[in-house]
C-alpha cells in the first residue's frame, strides 16, 4: 500500500467513518496472497456461528463478501471498492444479497480484494495491491479474485461477487473453485456499488454447485423481487419465467451424482474453438465432452457468428456506464476533499478534477476516459450505437442455438423468431432436419483461453492483453444469460500450475435451476474439485 500512498497526499475523505478493522492486519491473513481488505477477528466469527446455530432455521455458514457490496453489519467493514478514494468508507445502507444471505445463516468473515471498482481480469488493479494464489506465484484472476481465493484456501464456503463481464467466472476457473452468474435481474443489486448497470450481476463463489443451488433455488432468492433495484425481475415475471422451466417447485431437491445428463444435449460453439486456446484447456474441454457422450448426453457443435465481435462491443459498453456511474465521485458527494498548496483560483486546482485525479487508479482513469469518448457526440453513432446492435445479434444468437424460448420475449418479432440462414452456418454444423441444425439444453465451453498465469507476467504485460481474458465470459454477460464456471482436471499444464481448468455452462434466461442441477453432475462425473483440501 505504501506504493500508492503518493495518491492520497493531500486527500482528506469526508463524511466516513473509519474503522477499526478497515484494512486487513498481515497477521490476519496470508501475506503473500493479500485476497482480504478487512477481516472479522476469528472470536467474533465463532461468536456469530453459534448465535447462527441457535436461533435460525438453516445451517449456518461463513460469508466473505466483495469490497465494492456494502455491508453494515457489526463489526462495521468498510465498502473500499479497492480504490484510494474511497478507502475508508463505510456504507450507511446493507446490500439486499448481504441481508438475505445473513438471514438464510450467513455468517461475514471479512470483504474480500477486488480490481478497484471492478475493473480489471486480474485483481491486480487494487489500491490494497494485487490478490494472487498458490504462495503469489500466480494470478487470481478478476475482478473478484479476492472471493475465489477466500472459497480456495477455506477461509469461507460461500463468497459474493460481482460479474459484469466474467469477474466471477473467471477468477473461478483460475483457482479451481465453482463460480456462478445468475439470469440479469434474478438477484438484486440494490447495495452493489455499479460498474455498468446492464451488466452488472452479483454471482457466487464456493466449492460445490450444490452449496449455491441450497441458496439460489432452496433458499428462494430467485423469487424475491426487490423493489429498492429497478432491474430486479417483478414478481409476477418471475412466475411466468419459472412456470415455463424446470426445478423450481418447492419439492425439488439439490441435484444428487448421475442426475440429469442422460439426454440432455450440450453444445460446443465452433466460434470458442480460438487459436489463442492453451492446449490444456483445448484438451479438458476435448475430454469432458467425450466423458459426457460416455454418460448418455448428446454432444453437437454450434454456431454463434456474433461471437467475434463480442468482446469489441463489450469494452465500449461497459466503459461508457462506467463513466456515468463513476461521475459522482467528485470530492462532493463521495469520495474527499484535495488540500492543495496552489491557489484556488488556479485551474489545476480545481476540487473535481484534483480529487478524481488523486482518488482513482489508472485502470479506472483509463476505462472512464474510453467510455467518456465513446459517448461522445463525434463517437456515439460509430462506437455506442453500434455496440448495442452487436449486443442485441449476441442475444439473437443465444436463442436461436437453444431448445427453450426466451421468456422475456413475449410473442417476440420475426427478426427473433428466425433461424439461422442456412447458408451462413460452417460446413462443421451437421443438419438436424431440413429445418436446421440440432437446438441444445446447454452450452459448454471454456471459461478462460489459458490456466492461470503467472502473476509476474501479468504485471509486466501489456494491459489491452489482459482484456482478452474475457473472450468466453463476456458473451453471456451482454445477453444477461445465466452461466457458470466449474473445475475440472486439467491435462498438460505448466508444471505447478493449478491442476485444473475452467469449463462453463451456459443456459438459457432464468434456465437456472436446471444448469445449477446438472453443473453439479457434470463437475461430480468429470471428478472436479469436491470441497475438499
Not at 476540487?351 to 488523486?358: D, H, N
Not at 427473433?416 to 459448454?444: C, H, Q, R, W, Y
Request: glycine share 10%; proline share 6%; charged share 20%.
Amino acid at each position: 500500500m505504501s506504493a500508492r500512498s503518493g495518491l492520497l497526499r493531500g486527500l482528506h475523505l469526508r463524511n466516513v467513518r473509519p474503522s477499526k478493522h478497515a484494512v486487513a492486519s498481515p497477521g490476519h491473513q496470508r501475506r503473500l496472497l493479500n485476497h482480504f481488505t478487512a477481516r472479522v477477528p476469528d472470536s467474533e466469527i465463532q461468536h456469530e456461528l453459534s448465535r447462527v446455530v441457535r436461533n435460525a432455521r438453516s445451517p449456518p455458514f461463513t460469508l466473505a463478501v466483495k469490497d465494492n457490496i456494502a455491508t453494515t453489519t457489526s463489526p462495521l467493514l468498510p465498502t473500499t471498492c479497492a480504490s484510494p478514494i474511497l478507502q475508508t468508507y463505510t456504507s450507511p445502507i446493507e446490500a439486499t444479497i448481504v441481508a438475505q444471505l445473513r438471514k438464510r445463516g450467513g455468517v461475514i468473515v471479512g470483504k474480500t480484494n477486488l480490481d478497484e471498482f471492478g475493473m480489471g481480469s486480474h485483481s491486480t488493479h487494487s489500491f490494497f495491491g494485487p490478490v494472487a494464489q498458490q504462495q503469489g506465484r500466480f494470478s487470481a484472476g478478476g475482478s473478484s479474485g479476492g472471493s475465489a481465493v477466500a472459497v480456495a484456501e477455506g477461509d469461507a464456503e460461500i463468497a459474493l461477487g460481482t460479474d459484469t463481464g466474467g469477474s466471477v467466472r473467471l477468477p473461478a476457473s483460475y483457482t479451481g473453485v465453482v463460480g456462478y452468474k445468475p439470469s440479469y435481474g434474478m438477484i438484486s443489486r440494490y447495495g452493489v456499488v455499479p460498474y455498468a448497470n446492464s451488466l452488472d450481476t452479483v454471482g457466487f463463489l464456493a466449492r460445490e454447485v450444490k452449496w449455491i443451488h441450497r441458496l439460489v433455488v432452496g433458499g428462494g432468492l430467485w423469487a424475491v423481487h426487490d423493489e429498492k433495484d429497478p432491474t430486479s425481475l417483478s414478481a409476477a415475471a418471475r412466475r411466468r419465467c419459472a412456470s415455463v422451466r424446470e426445478g423450481y417447485s418447492h419439492h425439488h431437491k439439490s441435484p444428487r451424482k448421475g442426475q440429469h445428463l442422460e439426454g440432455v444435449t450440450f453444445g460446443l460453439p465452433l466460434e470458442y474453438n480460438i487459436a489463442e486456446l492453451d492446449g490444456s484447456v483445448r484438451n479438458a474441454w476435448a475430454d469432458a465432452a467425450k466423458a459426457l457422450q460416455a454418460l448418455g448426453a448428446r454432444v453437437v457443435p454450434v454456431s454463434l457468428p456474433s461471437t467475434r465481435h463480442a468482446l469489441s462491443a463489450y469494452y465500449v459498453i461497459a466503459p461508457a456506464e462506467a463513466s456515468s456511474n463513476l461521475a459522482k465521485y467528485d470530492g462532493v458527494r463521495y469520495g474527499g476533499t484535495c488540500q492543495t498548496t496552489k491557489k484556488e483560483n488556479d485551474d489545476d486546482g480545481v476540487l473535481y478534477s484534483a480529487v478524481r485525479g488523486a482518488g482513482f487508479g489508472p485502470e479506472v482513469k483509463r476505462r472512464i476516459l474510453l467510455g467518456s469518448y465513446t459517448l461522445s457526440s463525434k463517437a456515439i453513432d460509430n462506437y455506442f450505437l453500434q455496440a448495442q446492435k452487436v449486443r442485441r445479434l449476441v442475444r439473437r444468437d443465444f436463442d436461436r442455438v437453444f431448445k427453450l424460448s426466451n421468456p422475456l420475449l413475449s410473442g417476440g418479432s420475426e427478426e427473433d423468431e428466425a433461424t439461422f440462414d442456412l447458408s451462413d452456418l460452417p460446413e462443421e454444423i451437421p443438419m438436424e432436419n431440413k429445418f436446421g441444425p440440432a437446438e441444445v439444453d446447454f452450452l459448454l465451453c471454456p471459461t478462460a483461453p489459458t490456466l492461470a498465469p503467472r502473476l509476474g507476467d501479468v504485471l509486466d504485460g501489456e494491459v489491452v492483453d489482459a482484456y482478452m481474458n474475457d473472450v468466453f465470459t463476456v458473451p453471456a454477460s451482454l445477453a444477461g444469460l445465466p452461466a457458470i464456471s466449474i473445475p475440472v482436471p486439467g491435462t498438460g499444464g505448466e508444471a505447478g500450475r493449478s491442476g485444473s481448468a475452467g469449463l462453463q455452462l451456459l443456459g438459457q434466461y432464468w434456465d437456472d435451476a436446471r444448469l445449477l442441477s446438472v453443473a453439479a453432475a457434470v463437475m461430480e462425473c468429470l471428478g472436479g474439485y469436491t470441497g475438499e483440501k
